[in-house]
């Protein structure tokens, strides 16, 4: 049950389509709502399993040939993801039901996108065999691809999901890369072996090569610096895609991926210096251009990006308790804790804040800031809860982003004490750069809500006049708003059943049960802190800085947009798909079937002759070699004959014979060497193309021959002698030795034990390379069916024209 949970939602997709015809009357999202409240359900009583530090596997073999199966692994780690994934995803599809109209949109399309999205996710955060995690990962890039561009009639959609999927794929490549270097050093595809393992694994002569490959997977897709620029283009996205995909799921993906392989990568400085350090600059990059963004939306996007930011570079902090001798005591054991502490906090207050911009989009018929303002007496109920959001996003009280804020803040102070990997000289930079990003983050906070519900109303310029939204559109950011203020007066709790599990499980060098994470969350430590001190400099610093936003905002754009990221990535895609492939392809795509002969067989021959020379392969013996008697002579001077005879004749019937008379020879030689089946097989396939050639020679037209003389080229005559030499040294070498054992005496064998046929032609051909012969007989009924209709395409073109006279 545990591995067909994760597909529940994948099959209920299966089922929409008839929903989607057959009850018209009720919007199909009433139907959905009942996958995820099923599985939120399921998975919530493994919590206090997860509390206990017990695990749940569960596995489905799924190529057992190549040790390839579905492992659903749950500890604390993975029941939190799948909770979020669930429980976030029910007030989704709940907000969707009312923002989506069911007689404008194609909602059976809709629903199968997220229902496949959400069984992608569950399976990400569920596998514990990396090639099954690398397989649902993917499938969250091709479903966010379907999901941002689901209104693909317009440009934009288009654009942002193209984008999306180019980066996070390019990202899950390098991964995937890095997933068999890992399985290789450590001789196993399962997580829970890899880390067992990571001693081992550390020593490894390819362990960096591999952190750099997971971490490049991780960063794209959770939009960390450079590759960020997916994230503000996918903003095209319906909101309540928008709400689930970018505040819970999958930018958390990659957050879920650091934080998994933290105990196997932990003791590299790289990890550290790359997790940390880039997660700091994706802070402070993502909270400075918030604020320069018009788009209700884009804001969101650019804050999404700072968050995550946070969050990952709390995990590369907390990495540095690995190498801590006073493991009970250090300070870095705050960085794991807050990293998952803010992960939740940031899925609530960011999944109200995407649903209220949707709200306002909705009712107003624009996202534009500067056509906003003064919406806060007409929408009361959306500016309460975007107040909550934005308060929490901020790091004010009483509100769970704040708790979380202040542990961050605590985190990178802490950086300072740890006196390896240069950390004693750059540690310095870490709180600075945290508290800038914070008051950017304090900024474009205040600007998202202020600006759009406060000051003068611009009736004139909204497409729509606002008023509030249904009450049913309000539901889901109005709960999500309630767990942002419950949370900050119950944070213990939310630890005990949630954090503590998720901590112990990403830092195992730690604690050997959540019992042991002695934390305790607490707004107020009964004096003042540094961090208290920081937080009212944000404060007043963030302050002045909105209130002061008009004159300082048009700072933005003295940089030249040219030399941004997106223009650089525009510049790369153009390339690729238009300007720079058509001239290399305009370069041998000539025409001429004599150049893409020579290309050919240049790159053969010299692949295959550097082969044998540089592996040492070339060997010449003659050993064992069997006499060669005057039929084998005679039989060689006819095939030479046949040959000139095909290539010289004046005529095709000639031409046709010369050609029988080469493979009728070639079937002479198969009953010289004993091999009668092959003989056999020749004496029909020649038959047959000799007697198919006489057949349509007469429709074809006439050979002629045009004198015309043509220049000795010496590159043709060195391809045509480096060929010959080609087939000559490899059939020398293949004689005279083997590098590797032949397959042959497999062969001989299994042929009757394994494959039950006594024939080893046939059962190689039918079982050995069964798949190998299927295709080859596909391939040639699609030449036929392609045959077949050009055939009756011409045949009724000259209907049509004889009709026509």
Request: charge should be neutral.
């Amino acid at each position: 049950m545990q591995v067909l949970a994760i597909f529940i939602p994948i099959i209920a997709a299966l089922l929409l389509p008839l929903l989607f015809k057959k009850v018209r009357a009720i919007h199909t999202g009433w139907f959905v709502l009942l996958v995820p409240l099923a599985l939120l359900g399921y998975y919530i009583p493994f919590v206090k399993m997860t509390m206990n530090g017990d695990t749940a596997i569960s596995t489905f073999e799924w190529i057992p040939s190549l040790n390839i199966s579905f492992t659903s692994y749950l500890d604390g780690l993975s029941i939190l993801f799948s909770i979020l994934i669930t429980g976030i995803g029910s007030l989704v599809v709940l907000y969707s039901i009312f923002y989506l109209d069911k007689t404008k949109e194609q909602l059976h399309n809709f629903y199968i996108y997220l229902l496949m999205f959400m069984t992608a996710m569950l399976g990400v955060v569920q596998s514990d065999h990396v090639i099954t995690l690398y397989l649902f990962w993917e499938l969250t890039s091709i479903s966010s691809f379907l999901l941002i561009g689901y209104w693909f009639n317009r440009d934009k959609s288009r654009f942002g999901a193209l984008k999306s999927m180019m980066i996070t794929v390019a990202g899950g490549l390098m991964m995937l890369g890095g997933f068999v270097l890992l399985s290789i050093m450590g001789d196993s595809f399962s997580i829970r072996e890899l880390i067992a393992n990571a001693s081992h694994i550390a020593n490894h002569e390819y362990f960096t090569l591999a952190l750099v490959l997971i971490l490049l997977g991780a960063f794209t897709k959770s939009a960390q610096f450079p590759f960020y620029i997916w994230l503000p283009d996918a903003m095209e996205a319906p909101t309540p895609v928008s709400a689930y995909l970018h505040s819970a799921t999958m930018v958390k993906a990659g957050i879920y991926l650091v934080a998994r392989f933290t105990p196997i990568f932990a003791v590299s400085e790289v990890w550290i210096w790359l997790v940390a350090g880039i997660g700091l600059l994706t802070l402070f990059w993502g909270s400075l251009f918030g604020a320069k963004q018009t788009d209700l939306k884009g804001i969101l996007a650019f804050s999404t990006v700072s968050q995550l930011g946070l969050i990952m570079s709390l995990l590369g902090v907390s990495a540095m308790a690995f190498h801590v001798e006073d493991a009970a005591s250090n300070v870095f054991k705050y960085a794991g804790f807050a990293a998952i502490f803010h992960l939740i906090n940031h899925a609530t207050f960011k999944g109200s804040l995407f649903m209220i911009a949707g709200i306002v989009d909705h009712e107003t018929g624009t996202r534009d800031i500067r056509k906003l303002g003064g919406l806060m007496s007409l929408m009361p109920v959306s500016f309460t809860v975007a107040l909550i959001g934005s308060f929490s996003m901020a790091g004010l009280p009483p509100f769970n982003g704040f708790l979380s804020k202040e542990m961050f803040l605590t985190a990178m102070l802490s950086v300072q004490e740890f006196n390896l990997f240069n950390f004693e000289t750059f540690g310095v930079l870490f709180p600075i750069i945290a508290w800038i990003a914070s008051v950017f983050t304090f900024v474009y906070s205040f600007y998202f809500v202020f600006k759009t519900f406060t000051g003068k109303l611009q009736l004139e310029k909204l497409p729509k006049k606002p008023h509030e939204a249904p009450v049913g559109m309000l539901v889901s950011p109005v709960i999500l708003a309630s767990f942002v203020v419950a949370i900050f007066f119950i944070p213990n709790i939310i630890g005990v059943y949630f954090v503590k599990p998720a901590v112990a499980a990403i830092q195992p060098f730690l604690y050997t049960s959540p019992n042991q994470v002695n934390i305790e969350v607490q707004a107020w430590h009964g004096h003042i802190t540094t961090e208290l001190l920081m937080t009212i400099g944000v404060v007043i610093v963030g302050l002045l800085l909105f209130v002061s936003l008009a004159k300082w905002q048009k700072a933005y754009y003295v940089w030249p947009n040219k030399l941004s990221l997106n223009s650089l990535y525009d510049f790369i895609l153009d390339f690729v798909l238009e300007e720079g492939v058509e001239n290399f392809s305009n370069l041998y795509m000539t025409g001429s079937i004599r150049k893409y002969l020579t290309y050919m067989f240049a790159a053969i021959t010299t692949i295959v002759i550097s082969t044998l020379f540089i592996t040492d392969a070339f060997v010449v013996s003659f050993e064992n070699v069997s006499p060669i008697a005057i039929y084998d002579i005679t039989l060689i001077i006819v095939l030479v004959i046949g040959t000139l005879t095909t290539l010289f004749a004046k005529s095709r019937i000639t031409a046709i014979v010369g050609l029988g008379a080469v493979g009728y020879t070639v079937a002479l030689f198969f009953v010289i060497f004993n091999a009668p089946d092959l003989a056999l097989t020749q004496l029909v396939i020649e038959t047959i193309s000799v007697a198919l050639f006489l057949m349509v020679f007469y429709h074809l037209p006439k050979l002629e021959r045009v004198e015309e003389r043509m220049r000795f080229q010496i590159g043709r005559a060195i391809i045509s002698i480096a060929v010959g030499a080609m087939v000559t040294l490899l059939a020398l070498s293949a004689h005279s030795q083997k590098l590797i054992a032949s397959i042959s005496e497999y062969y001989k064998e299994t042929v009757y034990s394994l494959a039950g046929g006594g024939n080893i032609v046939n059962v190689i051909l039918v079982d050995y390379r069964g798949f190998d012969t299927l295709f080859e007989i596909a391939v040639l009924g699609i030449a036929g069916m392609g045959i077949y209709a050009m055939i009756k395409l011409r045949l009724s073109r000259k209907e049509k024209a004889n009709e026509n006279q």
